[in-house]
């Protein structure tokens, strides 16, 4: 019986010490019908494209608006320390990305200078949901806030 308690307590502890953080790298496809987006003006991107290590994370977003396509891309660094990316207009957007305890969801916070003065701030909570990448956004300014939900097929 009491090795059976140290070995339960060996695999409570490794199984702990050995989870592994969520890997968002690949291929996204935007699932348009699973997600929840705003009517009239989306910040949605039509794909992505990631690339995680330990220490960074890559996201190329290609989206389009108008007819006109465009991409770009932001890196980040998974320690927590602000990172600096191009904004729009040759801002500079500067970021935070955050693993929860258990490393299965990443907050990513930016803050991007307005022309009124102000700042945007843009909050993306990315986890997975089975096969599905699962981004929830917040965007506030003094324009007021916009929530939505992105779901990624992964391709």
Not at 39 to 46: I, K, L, N, W
Not at 47 to 68: N, P, Y
Not at 81 to 110: P, Q, Y
């Amino acid at each position: 019986m009491k090795n059976f308690i140290y070995l339960l307590a060996l695999l409570f502890v490794s199984s702990s010490v050995f989870a592994r953080k969520a890997d968002f790298s690949g291929r996204w496809k935007i699932n348009r019908e699973k997600s929840e987006m705003n009517d009239q003006f989306s910040m949605a991107p039509d794909a992505l494209v990631m690339k995680q290590d330990k220490k960074t994370l890559s996201i190329e977003r290609h989206s389009s608006f108008q007819g006109e396509s465009f991409s770009f891309t932001d890196n980040f660094t998974l320690d927590g320390k602000e990172c600096e990316n191009r904004g729009w207009m040759d801002s500079v957007k500067k970021s935070t990305a955050v693993w929860d305890k258990g490393k299965k969801s990443l907050t990513i916070t930016s803050k991007i200078p307005m022309q009124d003065g102000g700042d945007m701030t843009i909050t993306e909570i990315l986890s997975m949901d089975g096969d599905n990448l699962v981004v929830e956004s917040t965007a506030s300014s003094s324009f007021g806030e916009m929530t939505e939900k992105f779901v990624f097929d992964k391709e």
